[in-house]
């Protein structure tokens, strides 16, 4: 018998049943309208295949907040959820990897000022839901086509050391004419910190001697992004 307020245990058949409907729905709609535990649970299915994932998927909604912080949440985090294992945390990162692979490639070797919404989309994918402050860099050809893409430093919670003597100098190795410069706020909050913007003068001022354009500064955060060039920062 089962208790007051207990969940009655999910029968095979009940499971199977559940998890028919909800990729019925996903065929039908691709996802639109579903809540971000039911999309978790299509990914789960797979890698827990005689489990009840509604619970599990709930649990990691409640606690990290969304979908795609889920998916970007560092696996230590996630296994402290209850039924989280080496299996679930292998889908959930795959599903991260072709996200970022997805927008990567909407700004590969294309003129990225041309095609800015996939820019802030790609940073976003990369970087908006990171734990510690990462610092990358986009280096662009003369007609501003991109041609590489760099981690540069990774730091704490809120601040990443970066030395603009050796931006310029990697610049100059990929023959690039212009850079666009990326960093995080694990905060959420995106607005520039005092230091934020000193250190992109310091960087402008170092590269334009050379010839190295600063296009912008994008600082992205879980809330949004900040531009400095936006905010006339540079």
């Known amino acids: 018998m089962t208790a007051f307020g207990d969940r009655p245990q ?5 499971r199977a049943g559940h ?10 709609t691709g996802g639109e309208g579903m809540p971000d535990y039911e999309l978790l649970e299509l990914v789960l299915f797979r890698a827990l295949p005689r489990v009840d994932t509604k619970p599990i998927a709930k649990r990691l909604v409640a606690r ?4 795609a912080e889920v998916v970007a949440a560092p696996p230590e985090r996630l296994r402290e959820i209850d039924g989280v294992g ?9 599903v991260q990897s072709a996200a970022q692979r997805i927008t990567r490639g909407a700004v590969h070797k294309r003129p990225v000022l041309s095609s800015w919404s996939a820019v802030l989309d790609y940073c976003r994918t990369v ?10 860099i986009l280096f662009l050809d003369k007609r501003n086509t991109l041609i590489a893409d760099e ?10 050391p970066v030395y603009p003597r050796e931006v310029v100098k990697r610049a100059l190795e990929l023959s690039s004419t212009a850079i666009i410069l990326i960093h995080n ?5 995106p607005t520039p910190s005092r230091a934020d913007v000193e250190m992109t003068k310091q960087i402008v001022d170092v590269a334009a001697p050379l010839g190295i354009t600063v296009h912008d500064h994008l600082i992205i955060g879980r809330d949004g992004h900040a531009s400095m060039k936006g905010l006339r920062l540079i």
């Open 151 to 160: 981690l540069q430093q990774s730091g704490t919670v809120d601040h990443t």
């Open 64 to 67: 990290f907040g969304s979908f």
């Open 19 to 28: 998890r028919q409907r909800l990729k019925e729905r996903f065929g039908a």
């Open 185 to 189: 706020h694990p905060s959420g909050d």
């Open 127 to 136: 970087m908006a839901f990171e734990t510690i402050e990462h610092f990358r």
């Open 10 to 14: 999910q029968t095979v058949d009940d």
């Open 86 to 94: 080496s299996a679930v945390i292998h889908e959930l990162k795959l």
